[in-house]
């Protein structure tokens, strides 16, 4: 019997043998419309936001809960589940019940974990390990699509102690340069560094993938520029803050002559010089060459003809950049062994799989819940991934993993509050 064949059918056969298996499991993100009492228990009325149908929720009882340990394979027997869940649900960080969230927080949108489809008879209805609150205002607007998170302690960069900071990249578009098309090609650039959108400032960057049919051979970043500007807070008072320039100011800040030895970054600079020349008309400025050694300029006309000839391709992304503010920083913040946004890097491993030490930046479907501020600026209020299952289609990705079409998760925004 062919082995292949045989573990194929033996795994469909047993797929749907544990209706509380990971793939069986989902999170669920609500627009709330009302919580009421119903059958002794309580319910979340409302819109779910990635598949905009009306649904209704109610938490999982402790018994519920500890058959979904058993099954999950996290306790061994009913006892020992009903004491784990008891103590989860009861102890110093108790479970908040549907009616708390709707008298004490008056909450408009829920994210409830763990989730299983129940019968509902006349909606779609489910049952929910736990339940957060992503927002209580009403007007905020929704984020979706394949993307990473970065967080960075408070630093000390020469004479200066930067803040801690965290953002994250959404990947807006992947495109392949083509020869010869120089104003498409550069309107990808330009798109992926413009400081507005239609109704608010907006922070992203570029980023280039050169490879061959052998894989990667590089990559490079083009930042936005930024510049201080006034305005004020939600009292009226009066703040400095960074804003991004447009495209254009961008590029000539990037691609500035600059003095002193080649470094990496320097390096970088030249390859973007080449890249851009050849696919946007771009001319090169050799005097900003990071070296003029014969050998140096040899290697970056060499790669000029490997792109003209089509050995190496280049493949660009446009990256929205979102931030966090002060307030849902810390829930970012490692603790212990704890890390909140593990799932979205990794350590890189070298041919004999031991760690590089360096960090490779991971994609993956995630939800957005952004609040506005007076000064066109949006800041995260709430994040997770879409998926509770992060092996399958929620699993992370490198950026050159990500398909022509980012995996069907095209950036979406729209504000829900007017789904009903």
Same mark, same amino acid.
């Given at each position: 019997?062919?082995?292949?064949?045989?573990?194929?059918?033996?795994?469909?056969?047993?797929?749907?043998?544990?209706?509380?298996?990971?793939?069986?499991?989902?999170? =669920?993100?609500?627009?709330?419309?009302?919580?009421?009492?119903?059958?002794?228990?309580?319910?979340?009325?409302?819109?779910?936001? =990635?598949?905009?149908?009306?649904?209704?929720?109610?938490?999982?009882?402790?018994?519920?809960?500890? $058959?979904d340990?058993?099954?999950?394979?996290?306790?061994?027997?009913?006892?020992?589940?009903?004491?784990?869940?008891?103590?989860?649900?009861?102890?110093?960080?108790?479970?908040?019940?549907?009616?708390?969230?709707?008298?004490?927080?008056?909450?408009?949108?829920?994210?409830?974990?763990?989730?299983?489809?129940?019968?509902?008879?006349f =909606?779609?209805?489910?049952?929910?390990?736990?339940?957060?609150?992503m927002?209580?205002?009403?007007?905020?607007?929704?984020?979706?699509?394949?993307?990473?998170?970065?967080?960075?302690?408070?630093?000390?960069?020469?004479?200066?102690?930067?803040?801690?900071?965290?953002?994250?990249?959404?990947?807006?578009?992947?495109?392949?340069?083509?020869?010869?098309? =120089?104003?498409?090609?550069?309107k990808?650039?330009?798109?992926?560094?413009r $400081?507005r959108?239609?109704?608010?400032?907006?922070?992203?960057?570029?980023?280039?993938?050169?490879?061959?049919? $052998?894989?990667?051979?590089?990559?490079?970043?083009?930042?936005?520029?930024?510049?201080?500007?006034?305005?004020?807070?939600?009292?009226?008072?009066?703040?400095?803050?960074?804003?991004?320039?447009?495209?254009?100011?961008?590029?000539?800040?990037?691609?500035?002559?600059?003095?002193?030895?080649?470094?990496?970054?320097?390096?970088?600079?030249?390859?973007?010089?080449?890249?851009?020349?050849?696919f946007?008309?771009?001319?090169?400025?050799?005097?900003?060459?990071?070296?003029?050694?014969?050998?140096?300029?040899?290697?970056?006309?060499?790669?000029?003809?490997?792109?003209?000839?089509?050995?190496?391709?280049?493949?660009?992304?446009?990256?929205?950049?979102?931030?966090?503010?002060?307030?849902?920083?810390?829930?970012?913040?490692?603790?212990?062994?704890?890390?909140?946004?593990?799932?979205?890097?990794?350590?890189?491993?070298?041919?004999?799989?031991?760690?590089?030490?360096?960090?490779l930046?991971?994609f993956?479907?995630?939800?957005?819940?952004?609040?506005?501020?007076?000064?066109?600026?949006?800041?995260?209020?709430?994040?997770?991934?879409?998926?509770?299952?992060?092996?399958?289609?929620?699993?992370?990705?490198?950026?050159?993993?990500?398909?022509?079409?980012?995996?069907?998760?095209?950036?979406?925004?729209?504000?829900?509050?007017?789904?009903?």
């Amino acid at each position: 019997m062919n082995n292949s064949f045989f573990n194929e059918l033996k795994s469909t056969a047993q797929s749907n043998q544990n209706p509380n298996r990971d793939s069986q499991v989902r999170a =669920i993100y609500m627009k709330v419309d009302e919580i009421k009492a119903e059958q002794d228990d309580h319910y979340a009325y409302g819109i779910d936001l =990635i598949s905009k149908q009306s649904i209704r929720v109610r938490l999982s009882t402790i018994e519920e809960s500890a $058959n979904d340990m058993i099954a999950l394979g996290k306790s061994k027997n009913i006892n020992e589940a009903i004491n784990k869940v008891t103590n989860i649900y009861t102890g110093r960080n108790a479970r908040q019940t549907l009616q708390r969230k709707r008298d004490k927080h008056h909450t408009s949108y829920l994210f409830f974990d763990r989730c299983y489809s129940i019968d509902g008879n006349f =909606i779609p209805t489910y049952r929910a390990h736990w339940s957060n609150s992503m927002s209580q205002q009403q007007d905020v607007e929704m984020v979706t699509g394949m993307m990473n998170i970065q967080y960075r302690e408070k630093r000390q960069v020469g004479n200066k102690v930067e803040k801690t900071r965290a953002w994250v990249q959404a990947i807006e578009f992947s495109k392949y340069f083509e020869i010869g098309n =120089i104003e498409t090609n550069y309107k990808m650039l330009d798109f992926a560094l413009r $400081n507005r959108n239609k109704t608010a400032i907006r922070e992203g960057n570029f980023v280039a993938e050169i490879e061959s049919d $052998n894989g990667p051979v590089m990559s490079f970043n083009i930042f936005q520029r930024y510049a201080e500007a006034s305005g004020t807070d939600f009292d009226g008072n009066a703040i400095k803050y960074l804003t991004p320039q447009d495209s254009q100011t961008s590029l000539e800040y990037f691609f500035k002559e600059e003095t002193g030895p080649a470094n990496s970054f320097l390096v970088t600079k030249d390859v973007a010089r080449v890249v851009l020349d050849v696919f946007c008309g771009m001319n090169i400025d050799t005097n900003a060459f990071a070296s003029h050694d014969p050998a140096y300029i040899s290697k970056l006309n060499s790669l000029k003809q490997s792109l003209v000839s089509g050995e190496y391709r280049v493949r660009v992304f446009g990256m929205r950049i979102y931030r966090f503010g002060p307030e849902t920083l810390l829930r970012l913040a490692p603790t212990g062994s704890f890390n909140p946004i593990k799932t979205y890097s990794k350590q890189q491993l070298d041919q004999q799989n031991q760690p590089t030490g360096s960090i490779l930046q991971m994609f993956l479907p995630t939800i957005l819940l952004l609040h506005k501020t007076q000064n066109d600026r949006r800041y995260i209020a709430f994040n997770n991934r879409i998926h509770y299952d992060i092996k399958g289609e929620g699993a992370p990705r490198e950026l050159n993993q990500v398909n022509a079409d980012i995996d069907g998760y095209n950036l979406k925004t729209f504000t829900p509050q007017h789904l009903s």
